[in-house]
């Protein structure tokens, strides 16, 4: 993880000046909520060069040097804090944090015996002001010594309750994000009100909390990281059943805050994948730093860094605080999810269902340890909307296994010289004419445009699992017009496949042997291989579990579809019309003898009879009714399972397979090296077994 450390040196005085008039504009543009001209890492690097040049010059430092200012350059506000909401000290490498953690003990004469890590929430600060359990006011950062008023918020943000628990007065410092999931749901509302789409969930965020009078309201939510008492009481007033320890709210272990806080109702991150934990010894808050940074793609909110704090009042009162930091917590910043780079072209590329998708070429940029070249780019309404042209500089988001996507144009860093971006005018894989009914254009041949991918998927592992078609082999198969059709698979003979060029007498029995295999998947990897649009894995198990039989799928409307788990009012329909797109090559595979049964689920009665809907033998088996999460190698009769096999075998149980674990799982099983889904579901009291176990609790449900 270590990483980022080099520093580019200034070279003199005016470059010490030109640097320290950027940093000030990005981190302006930054707090107010715009898109800044740098992205963190280049912001963070600027930063330790200014603050590099001018420890060799201490004589001439600026005296507005962002690396000065309590908040690094934010927007200010009339409304004075009741104490000044400092920033953070950066460290980038577990030997910088080692170095930092040293220089605390000795600086306070002992060794700091409890460390709090938690995530660094990558949203605004703002202080909440509670007056008798009522919320009273929102006051954000600011300069870090006086905020703005943005009480106008009150009631939009989930996690900051207009009422706690309790009739406390107080002051809670935190964290306002959106979700990814409140990001998606925000742009669409902004657009629709003829706003420009937010670049980020940041930006969003920020927007928003700022924003007077909008005709809509979208939400966002709280993380709690901090308790004060309020400016004039001295303490929580009326604290009882959750107050852990005696003396006013500076005597409190930070951990205590933070339970305080989640007990009155606030949320914290104790409610989430990556919860704040205190643990003992620098080589273990490292351990922990490496625990959240590896499970950051996973987040569904974003974080930049790993806050790691002196637990104790004590330690922390002996630090102390510099006018910009304290010196008792300190902040490890992760490599940046989101990079300014240039866009260079756009490629259209159909895919498995027709869909004719934009792809961005950029120039190639480093993001969370691979170099990135080409985005994702949506789709030819989206390119509109962001009035994105070929040469802007553009901001792309990467995290994890995730594909990288351009979020947007960083419009100030445009030069004149930028190009319309141009649109196809007919299919570019065949040259059919495009339907541009939706939002994202098809190909109007659909599937067929794309025979050789859409079978590439239809024969993968998740779905018919045919061993030796790949994707040279399909082509030869196409190329020959021996299949044009999923169906047609099923229809190959042996002298057929040995006319092929470099098909041996082995390969075409292996292959006739794997497909007549493939013959007898279940359900829902026929389902799934058909490449319904709206429909992976997962959902296809959950209709094939719904429905029992493909005869009852098909017959099912858009009414009988969105009884389906996850299937609402806009999906139910585009899968029945993909259904019935598709009604030929299913009669196809019915007549060649492929499965359309779901083993395990009980056909369900004849439709029109007087019986409620299949609900088939869902709620049977060992699992019935749990929900089970598998973390870790799964090792015994376990181990040659995929991720996918093992949700198929959970919900062949009766059981519902989940990634995250909460109050709601039932069950986790728990293999090699399971980290904190294990962990948490020994705070949680949940069921935990060991890969043997839960193979010997499911016995017959075992795959042969
Ligand atoms: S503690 C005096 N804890 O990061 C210490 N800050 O870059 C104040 N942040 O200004 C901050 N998550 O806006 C703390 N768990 C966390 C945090 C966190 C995000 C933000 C906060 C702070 C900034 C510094």
Redesign the pocket.
């Known amino acids: 993880m270590d990483g980022m450390t080099t520093t580019p040196v200034l070279a003199d005085a005016a470059a010490y000046a030109r640097a320290a008039v950027d940093a000030q504009q990005a981190a302006a543009a930054y707090y107010a909520g715009g898109t800044s001209p740098l992205d963190d890492d280049a912001y963070d690097r600027l930063s330790r060069s200014i603050a590099a040049w001018e420890a060799a010059h201490p004589d001439q430092v600026h005296a507005d040097s962002p690396t000065g200012k309590v908040?690094g350059g934010a927007a200010g506000g009339d409304v004075p804090h009741t104490r000044p909401?400092?920033?953070?000290d950066?460290v980038f490498s577990g030997d910088q944090f080692t170095a930092w953690a040293s220089s605390l003990e000795r600086r306070i004469g002992r060794s700091v015996e409890r460390w709090s890590v938690?995530?660094?929430?990558?949203?605004?600060?703002v202080a909440a002001r509670y007056e008798r359990g009522r919320l009273a006011r929102i006051v954000t950062?600011g300069d870090g010594t006086a905020g703005e008023d943005v009480s106008h918020a009150i009631g939009t943000v989930v996690g900051l309750p207009e009422r706690l628990a309790e009739e406390a007065t107080l002051e809670v410092?935190?964290?306002v994000l959106m979700t990814t999931d409140q990001f998606e749901a925000a742009n669409p509302v902004r657009v629709a009100h003829g706003g420009e789409p937010f670049a980020n969930p940041r930006n969003a965020a920020a927007g928003t909390l700022r924003a007077r009078d909008r005709a809509y309201t979208v939400e966002m939510t709280f993380?709690a990281?901090?308790v004060l008492p309020s400016g004039e009481a001295g303490g929580p007033a009326g604290a009882t059943a959750v107050e852990p320890a005696a003396g006013g709210l500076e005597h409190w272990p930070h951990s205590e805050l933070l339970a305080y806080a989640a007990a009155l109702g606030l949320h914290t991150?104790a409610a989430t994948a990556v919860p704040?934990r205190v643990v003992t010894g620098a080589g273990v808050v490292l351990d922990r730093v490496a625990e959240i940074a590896a499970l950051r793609a996973e987040l569904p909110f974003g974080?930049?860094?790993i806050?790691i704090?002196a637990d104790l009042a004590a330690d922390r009162r002996d630090a102390g605080?510099g006018s910009r930091?304290?010196r008792w917590?300190v902040?490890y910043k992760l490599p940046a999810v989101e990079k300014i780079t240039r866009l260079l072209g756009v490629e259209w590329n159909v895919g498995r269902t027709g869909i004719i998708a934009p792809r961005a070429v950029l120039e190639p940029v480093e993001i969370d340890g691979s170099t990135v070249t080409y985005a994702t780019l949506h789709n030819p309404s989206d390119i509109t909307r962001r009035d994105l042209r070929l040469g802007d500089h553009v901001m792309v988001y990467k995290a994890g296994d995730i594909i990288p996507r351009v979020e947007a144009p960083v419009a100030r860093l445009r030069t004149g010289e930028e190009e319309p971006i141009g649109f196809p005018e007919a299919c570019p894989q065949c040259g059919s004419e495009i339907d541009r009914s939706e939002q994202r254009w098809r190909c109007v041949r659909g599937r067929d445009c794309h025979l050789v991918a859409s079978l590439s998927y239809a024969v993968g592992r998740d779905q018919l699992d045919i061993e030796g078609l790949g994707v040279s082999r399909i082509v030869q198969l196409v190329d020959a017009a021996l299949v044009a059709d999923l169906a047609d698979l099923f229809t190959l003979t042996r002298e057929r496949l040995l006319g092929l060029d470099r098909m041996g007498e082995t390969s075409a029995d292996n292959l006739l042997a794997a497909i007549a295999t493939a013959r007898t998947r279940p359900l829902s990897r026929v389902l799934c291989a058909l490449g319904v649009r709206g429909t992976g894995r997962s959902m296809s198990r959950r209709i094939a579990r719904h429905f029992a039989t493909m005869d009852h799928i098909r017959a099912a409307d858009a009414e009988a579809m969105r009884q389906v788990e996850g299937i609402g009012a806009e999906k139910a329909p585009v899968i029945v019309a993909e259904l019935a797109e598709l009604a030929s090559v299913v009669d196809k595979l019915v007549a060649v003898g492929v499965n359309m049964t779901e083993p395990g689920v009980t056909p369900p009665p004849p439709p029109g009879s007087e019986t409620q809907p299949p609900e088939g033998a869902r709620e049977a088996g060992p699992l019935a009714g749990l929900a089970v999460v598998v973390t870790g190698a799964m090792t015994g009769p376990l181990q040659a399972l995929s991720r996918n096999q093992m949700n198929e075998l959970i919900e062949r149980a009766g059981g519902k397979s989940s990634s995250s674990v909460s109050r709601r799982t039932g069950l986790v099983v728990a293999g090699e090296k399971a980290g904190s889904k294990r962990d948490k579901a020994e705070d949680l009291g949940i069921r935990l077994m060991d890969p043997d176990e839960f193979a010997a609790m499911l016995g017959d449900f075992l795959p042969r």
């Open positions: 908040a909401m400092l920033s953070l950066n938690e995530p660094k929430l990558d949203g605004l600060a950062r410092r935190g964290e993380f990281y901090d991150s704040g974080i930049d860094g806050v704090k605080s930091a304290p917590a902040a």
